[in-house]
């Protein structure tokens, strides 16, 4: 069925949000999970006592109350809608937090802005407090994010966590492992700090440009133009393709990387020099994509079989790669 949204079930409907600034109320959806990938999970229940434990049913977390055996929360299926309801419990305040930043909190009302809001009650044992009702429903893909320009740190941290989930559930769903993935995102990080859009030097298709900065950047925009997913193999195509499409040039950017890992080119071969990467081992790229060597392994090899920079900045890429691993 897809991507979800939580969203108050309460009558004015204010959406569950994250990753954008701006009040609550008029903040973008923020990815749950999708059915086919439930590590896509990002919600975990926290309290300020020490008497609760979180526990995962069916790719939601919940939390039981260990003084009096009783859950504060629970998921039940009604016709096509799903409900998690937060309950009055005997003792604290409660609050729910992103498992993967445990310092932004959900405000369950009021308009907090940025991506640091600050907590506020979820519920409470206060008399004539209600407990609030969080619907799950289906939504649409998340954004892609892209920013024309050139140089590093051109997108920021939210924009850059929106594009690797987009990233990872497009590569899994081509069969890669997480695994692979996350080595890959670990090298788009410092090469475009994941930005589809950016440039080495701008409008100069003769060096870097994508997510990997292809070099020279004319290889991807001459296939491109081959494809049909832009009008003329220019500058001037793709950076309007960026501001028009961000997210079909996203998926052609991926595709390309698949097909140059495999055909155009057969760019996916160790360098001559691989220990230099930090590793000796050489994979296929057949081999790579399903992989279940660390992280850290696989952006070290790819580094070295298809990125190859005369600067490898090696502890950079498995930095982030890691870090990715982490947050997905």
Request: aromatic content about 10%; charged content about 20%; overall charge positive.
């Amino acid at each position: 069925m897809g991507y979800y949204k939580i969203k108050s079930h309460a009558g004015t409907g204010k959406l569950l949000n994250i990753a954008a600034s701006g009040p609550i109320s008029g903040r973008k959806n923020t990815n749950i999970w999708d059915e086919s990938c439930p590590i896509d999970q990002t919600w975990s229940i926290a309290s300020l006592g020490n008497n609760q434990q979180v526990k995962i049913i069916n790719n939601l977390s919940y939390m039981l109350n260990a003084n009096t055996s009783t859950w504060n929360c629970d998921v039940y299926t009604s016709n096509s809608d799903t409900y998690v309801n937060f309950e009055k419990v005997s003792t604290g305040v409660y609050y729910i937090r992103l498992k993967s930043h445990p310092e932004r909190y959900l405000t369950a009302g009021g308009t907090k802005s940025g991506s640091d809001v600050s907590w506020e009650k979820l519920s409470t044992t206060t008399a004539g407090k209600k407990a609030q009702q969080w619907k799950v429903t289906a939504t649409s893909l998340p954004t892609v994010y892209t920013r024309v320009t050139s140089g590093a740190d051109s997108l920021g941290d939210d924009q850059m966590e929106t594009n690797a989930e987009y990233i990872y559930n497009y590569l899994k769903k081509k069969g890669f492992t997480k695994n692979a993935i996350c080595g890959i995102l670990g090298n788009m990080n410092s090469e475009s700090t994941i930005n589809p859009a950016v440039w080495q030097s701008l409008n100069d298709m003769y060096l870097g440009y994508g997510l990997v900065q292809w070099d020279d950047g004319k290889l991807f925009i001459d296939w491109a133009k081959k494809e049909g997913v832009i009008s003329a193999a220019t500058a001037e195509a793709v950076n309007s393709l960026a501001y028009s499409n961000p997210k079909k040039l996203m998926d052609a950017e991926l595709d390309y990387l698949i097909v140059s890992m495999n055909t155009v080119g057969n760019w996916f071969k160790p360098d001559n020099n691989q220990s230099k990467y930090g590793t000796s081992e050489t994979l296929t790229a057949s081999q790579f994509k399903v992989s279940n060597k660390s992280a850290d392994i696989l952006a070290r090899i790819f580094c070295g079989h298809y990125e190859r920079p005369g600067v490898p900045k090696i502890s950079e890429r498995v930095a982030n790669a890691k870090k990715w691993y982490n947050f997905l």
